[in-house]
């Protein structure tokens, strides 16, 4: 870090002579990383000297994914002895950390999180509670349980503080799927680093 500091500061000496004004950014590439060097205090009348503030951004800090199910009825070897909802599809998975296979997200750092899913339940006259899970504990819920339509789901949203390695996925808490769940999704991203 003190490496790109005084970096940073040799750029800003180099371009001190410059026309450029006070709030232009110019993003320069080192190392993989991104170094942004802007006018963190500006002067409208462009007397004065400038503080400088610096942001420096992983290239891979971009992390999304959004599951699908495609298909009615779990497969058979999932059962749902453990009561996660499985997805077959997904749609995007920037950074790889959702895997299908278990369809569990991993954090792959330290952040903040947007999450939200929308469980579909068909032709079944009993409620279901779908679940949030983070690291086996269940954060928020959802309910469908309205005994006159013949489709229903269960939708909820959050933001969440996560750290490294942090696991999350969808429980059926209660209920049961069985001839729905088709068109049901999950989806996540990284709001921003921390």
Known sequence: ???????????????????????????????????????????????????FGISVRAAGAKVAFSAVRGTNHEPSEMSNKSMTIYFDQVLVNIGNHFDLKASVFTAPRRGIYSFSFHVVKVY????????????????ISAFAGDQDVTREAASNGVLLHLEREDRLYLKLERGNLMGGWKYSTFSGFLVFPL
């Open 1 to 51: 870090m003190l490496r790109l500091l005084a970096l940073a500061l040799l750029l800003l000496a180099a371009r001190g002579a410059s026309s450029v004004g006070l709030n232009d950014t110019e993003p320069v590439v080192l190392e993989g990383k991104c170094l942004v060097v802007c006018d963190s205090n500006p002067s409208g009348d462009g007397a004065g000297v400038a503080s």
């Open 124 to 139: 079944n006259r009993q409620t279901i509670q779908v679940n949030l899970m983070h690291n086996e504990y269940p954060i």
